[in-house]
């Protein structure tokens, strides 16, 4: 059974930063996609960031481009997204899926895309 697992979750100030990791019961690269998404109290679960597991290709939201970074550790089973100059909208619940079907890169942001997903680690960012 497949299993995502997220961890590094906390309280930050603005501007700060932290580290999301995603650990996987199986290898990586058995997915297609792996993402990131979030959802903040009282919204629907949006994209934040997709990695290609083979090619390395990243792909982020317009919100996060520039401040986020996910990359991965193949060799480890594991994603991470690195979180810098955090903001208070950045506040959420960041959820790690994963694809074992290809999917478009126009697709990327659909959360039916992905079959498997974590629990989910609360991020919070104080102004």
């Known amino acids: 059974q497949v299993q995502l697992v997220e961890s590094g979750g906390g309280l930050v100030q603005a501007g700060g930063s932290l580290r999301l990791s995603c650990a996987a019961s199986?290898?990586?690269?058995?997915?297609?996609?792996m993402v990131w998404f979030r959802q903040a109290p009282g919204k629907s679960r949006e994209f934040v960031a997709a990695?290609?597991?083979?090619?390395?290709?990243?792909y982020y939201s317009d919100s996060v481009r520039g401040r986020f970074t996910i990359f991965r550790d193949n060799a480890n089973n594991a994603m991470y997204l690195q979180m810098n100059i955090l903001e208070p909208e950045d506040t959420a619940v960041y959820y790690c899926?994963?694809?074992?079907?290809?999917?478009?890169?126009?697709?990327?942001?659909?959360?039916?895309?992905?079959?498997?997903w974590g629990q989910g680690t609360r991020v919070t960012v104080s102004s």
């Open positions: 899926g994963a694809s074992s079907a290809p999917v478009p890169r126009s697709l990327l942001h659909e959360l039916r895309q992905y079959n498997y």
């Open positions: 199986v290898r990586t690269l058995s997915f297609s996609p």
């Open positions: 990695i290609s597991l083979s090619s390395g290709n990243t």
